[in-house]
């Protein structure tokens, strides 16, 4: 990982590593709710935004948007249809259970660390095109929450929130999301967190769904750690969960093949999982220096 | 099933923790790693355990076969011959079992002994048996019955078979009948009890030369007796060394030859090498030896000083069915120079006597200045005469003498009688001039004070009276034997022109050997008689020399000379004693006192403990080593201080190395002595071939880990 230059406000924040980033903006793919006028497509149509289409009048619309000159062309009643631009209000899901405490070698940080890191600089990239947002961490269950805010302190609650979270042996991700679910009051985007190492994919994303069934826009970040993908080299370990799930002694050599093919399974069925529930997924390496993966994602994203 | 090898066994049972001993000690040691998905791993643990636990089941099992398999081998498994006949229903049965363990019982066929064929043979005999008694005697040059009767600790009995091992040994079968007979004879069915089934095992090799003869009347005669042989069906090839000495009488400074016994018992000749040790010098003795006989290698040993010489004879790069034969200890006594005692009344002053004459002959003065020296006296021959006095006759005068020589010594006392025939019985060589009528009393006193020790061929007798001997010339001669033998061609003329005078009458002795009479005069009386009295000699020159032309003939000093060179040359042959056998040897008179004296053992683990090496006593004026039994094959010495002064090689008996089995119709048929003997050959080839069985669980055992390659590969995929 190349140096970083933290400033006050966060150890995770490295505003100069940012300032690479400054051009780019965070776009989502999907129209979404915003309390203030912005650069996002909104789910309202019409006023004063931006001209999109004509549709056939129906009976009972609002005359206000009749294009008259249409109708006087054509004969035909058609109405416009306008897209409102909003702004974003995004929600960052950070799993801290004790799986995220796993950091290799070869990653240099912890997962939560790598998470910590993206986090913030997301957070960062958010509040900079006038966005909202807003942080959960979910472990045992539903941590500290900082709903998305436009107060003028906001982004440094939620970047100090971020630095203080901390692993817990247990995981609740189901759970912890469906408060969360229960406590917004707005759509937007959530964006998790998250290595997904659970006992019950289905029930976490059973709860993502409420969220996408309310349309939520839902970007998973799986954080996989290269140790993870492929065991150490090493004649034996004692290798040692880190969610009170025991202990256990083996040769890498003799399991790496049949765990290679268990870890596979588990995130393509994460990835299977979460773009069937309509989410946008993206594997990330925690080798990978977090700026580059948070440069890809917002040329991806940007619009 | 019995085995060659049991100790091999139990070396497999802890090889078969060996792997897993292995395993516990070079397992890894894990290096903690904390894994956030342990889940994973445990998952592919659990998968692989499920997937290999017939894996290692079938692998673990082949491993452990093909160890246990490999031990098998290795214990070698034999099979054995017929089981014993079971005692009758009802019957109690008094069972002895001779088990030969003589050397010949070490003889092996494709490495295994006939002792270890027999061993499981008779731990079948021994085997448990209600109301049965049995005793096991482990028979060599000793009987030895583990237990002084027969006894029903049959476990005991096994005990002792499975730790006997054969031994240096002859087998002196007829002790051990002898001794079975007394353990037979105690277990008596008499006084109303239960009839007693009798039964007299004997395994053996039934070596030719250790049952050419023996009796089995001692037995009790309700006695059924089996012999069951565990010799090979064909006698195996050996070669042995049988005899090491020195031909004729080994003196410091002179050259001798030594010579060597080799025994070559199989079917074809075979060159031979010997490498023979003596002391510090080493000689390499190479011959063709012809089968089925002795044959003598020699080679030329100049000792440099007197006293004992060991060493040993080996037969080298010689692979035979009994090694133990192969290298035979020897001991070489080697003497100063030789000191005559001249036991006269005659007057020492020079002058024309006979034992003056004798004197001369014996020990030639040095020559005077300007005169020639003697031919054969050479520098090295420092020969000493010393004259004692017949009424001084002691055993301290004649302490230091090689050869005793009697000339006009008149009458002897009992005494001295009794001290000559003591000396001559223990190697002691004495000449007898006899020329006086009292010599012949003194001749009859000492043929007498032998007894069966001494068989003169000839009796002396006074001349009869009116009857002169003179003029008597040599009518026959043995010119092939010593002394006349060195004449050679030369004989007839060198004895033609001798006459002589005196001497005695002589008449034969039916108890002697007719070729004991070296020379004959033309009346047909003995003129020189030579004849072995007990380990020493004696001889007879029956002639007057003062009255005689002999002393005047240049054939004179030769003659004593030579004679006097066979004489001393009759010693003991070889100092060396079979291994087992009892030894009673005389120690030189120059021993000193018992207490002083210590025995030495050869140096080896097999050596015995001192207080097992017998005891030197006085007895009759001389010191007595008496040993019971000697010990393994070696050199013993008695010594003084640092000095040895006796020493005596314990051997292979030389009988043990023809492995010749005997007929056994003889055995059924006229040694039985009318008896029913039942003979049973126990190696027959069936069973030669169930002593392979090795080779088969060896194979096995490579299928074991053929098996375990194929498992391995088969469960990869």
Redesign the interface.
Known sequence: MPATVTSDRSRFLDLRALAALAHMRFATRHQIDGSYSGRHRSRQQGGAAEFVDYREYSAGEDLRRLDWKVLARTGRPYVRLYQDETNLLCTLVIDAS?????GSRRAGMS?LEYAQHLATALSQVITRQQDQVGVAVVSDGLGETIPPGGAPGQVLRVQEAIERVETKPATRLAEALRDLFGRVQRRGVLMVFS?F?VADLQAVFASLRLFRHRRWEVVLLHLI?P??ER??E??????????N???????PA??RR??EE??AA?VAAVRDLGLSAGCDYRRVSTATPYLQVLGGFLVERSG | MNFLHPWALAVGAAALCLPLLVHWLTRPRPVRLPLSTIRFVLEAVQQRRARHRLRDFIILLLRAGAVALLAWAFARPLGAGKPPQAPGAGAETARVLILDQSQSTAAAVRGISAFERARPIAARYLSGNSGARAGLILAGARPRAVFGRLSSNLPALRDELAAAQPRPERLNLQAAINRAAEMLGGEGGGDGGAAVRRELIILSDFQRTDWSTFDLSPLPKDTVVRLESVAPAQAPANLAVLRVSAAGRLVEGREARVEVDVGNYSPAARQVQVDLTIGDGTYRLEGLCPPNVATTLSTSFNPQAAGWQFGSARLAGVEDALPADDVRPFVLGVRGATTYALVTREDPRPHASSSHFLERALAPAPGAPGQAQVAWASPARRERVQRVDPKALDKDALAGADLVVLDHPGKLSTESIGLLAALARRGRAILYVAAEPVDATNLKLLADAAGSDLKLPVNFLPPRPGRVRRGLFLAEVAKDQLPFREFGEALPAAIGPLRFGGGLDTERNPAGLLDDVQATYGDRTACLVTTAWGAGSLAVLNAELAESNLPASPVFVPLVNELAGRLLGRGPAEHSVASGDRVDAYLPPDAGEPSKLTIVAPPGAAAPKVADLGTVSEEGGFLLWHWAAAGPPGVYQVKRGDATVFALASTVPPSEADLARIDPSLLEGRLAGGRQVHFTQAASADSEARDDTWAWVLAACVGCLLLEVVALLAFRT
């Open positions: 004790g799986s995220m405490r796993f997962k290595d190492l750690d140790d993870e065991l150490p090493g004649r034996a370990y004692r290798f040692e969960g880190l969610e799930d025991g202990r256990v002694d083996a040769s003799e399991i049949l765990y268990r870890f588990h």
